[in-house]
Nanobody, 126 residues
Framework: QVQLVESGGGLVQPGGSLRLSCAASGRTLDYYPVGWFRQAPGKEREGVLCISSSGGTTYLADSVKGRFTISRDNAKNTVYLQMNSLEPEDTAVYYC???????????????????WGQGTQVTVSS
């Protein structure tokens, strides 16, 4: 079992930045691909970025290209989501998830992940 805990959410003004962390316990995260997802009220859960277990491959949604990046520090058992140039449309609960298998460009699909964190709220507002 892998337990995931997200942190770093909060209230930020448009144009600001936040860095979310996804810390794992129970097992090393080294062998697990990880995805970041978000869900706004009344909307479906949306894949934002995902990263292979080695960190060598990432995919991201068009809506965050040029603004968000994902990285991982396997020594710290943590995956990060750096969010820059935040917009009100980025307001959502953000979740990280870990999966047993890597599906390449399909890694933004939430149904391929086995373990989920509880989420952290990100609100972008002036």
């Amino acid at each position: 079992q892998v337990q995931l805990v997200e942190s770093g959410g909060g209230l930020v003004q448009p144009g600001g930045s936040l860095r979310l962390s996804c810390a794992a316990s129970g097992r090393t995260l080294d062998y697990y691909p990880v995805g970041w997802f978000r869900q706004a009220p009344g909307k479906e859960r949306e894949g934002v970025l995902c990263i292979s277990s080695s960190g060598g491959t990432t995919y991201l949604a068009d809506s965050v290209k040029g603004r968000f990046t994902i990285s991982r520090d396997n020594a710290k058992n943590t995956v990060y989501l750096q969010m820059n140039s935040l917009e009100p449309e980025d307001t959502a609960v953000y979740y990280c998830a870990a999966g047993r298998l890597w599906y390449g460009s399909s890694c933004l699909r939430p149904n391929i992940y086995d373990y989920w964190g509880q989420g952290t709220q990100v609100t972008v507002s002036s």
